[in-house]
């Protein structure tokens, strides 16, 4: 009996079509001194193309900081749809610490303009990975 009602909802899960398949791909390596990056840009750039060519809408945005990766996020989820397949990717540099709850977490670097000395001022050129991932929800 189980057999036949999990064959009947994957016949039904995979006849459901998304509205639309979209990418939101970030690449950054333009970091002050020595934190700089070669490959992000272009990590970024070919899973744009191969993503392209798997159907999804990508928007590819290169060398942001973190006000231009948080708004990116924000603007790339007021466009989802429900039944929308969303994807983010992100190249570049992140580390794993605690956020303001003590709740440990991983925090994508924005690109930078001057030496930071403290791990403070790092998490400020960040956005921290639960703010992307809240919006999957």
Same mark, same amino acid.
Do not use: Y
């Given at each position: 009996m189980y057999r036949y009602i999990i064959l009947?909802?994957?016949?039904?899960?995979?006849s459901? &079509?998304? #509205?639309?398949?979209?990418?939101?791909?970030?690449g950054n390596g333009d970091y002050y001194g020595r934190w700089a990056l070669?490959?992000?840009?272009n990590d970024a750039e070919d899973v744009a193309a191969a993503l392209r060519d798997l159907g999804f809408k990508v928007t590819l945005l290169v060398n942001r900081n973190n006000r231009g990766m948080s708004d990116a996020v &924000?603007? #790339?989820t007021r466009e989802l749809e429900n039944g929308d397949v969303a994807l983010f990717y992100f190249s570049g540099h992140g580390f794993s610490g605690k956020d303001v709850n003590n709740w440990d977490t991983n925090y994508l670097v924005g690109r930078f303009d001057e030496i930071i000395f403290?791990?403070?001022?790092?998490?400020?050129?960040?956005?921290?990975?639960?703010f992307v991932q809240q919006f999957s929800i």
């Open positions: 009947f909802l994957l016949i039904n899960i995979t459901v &079509q998304a #509205f639309e398949k979209r990418a939101l791909v970030f070669t490959n992000p840009a &924000q603007h #790339f403290t791990k403070a001022a790092l998490e400020k050129e960040s956005i921290d990975a639960n």
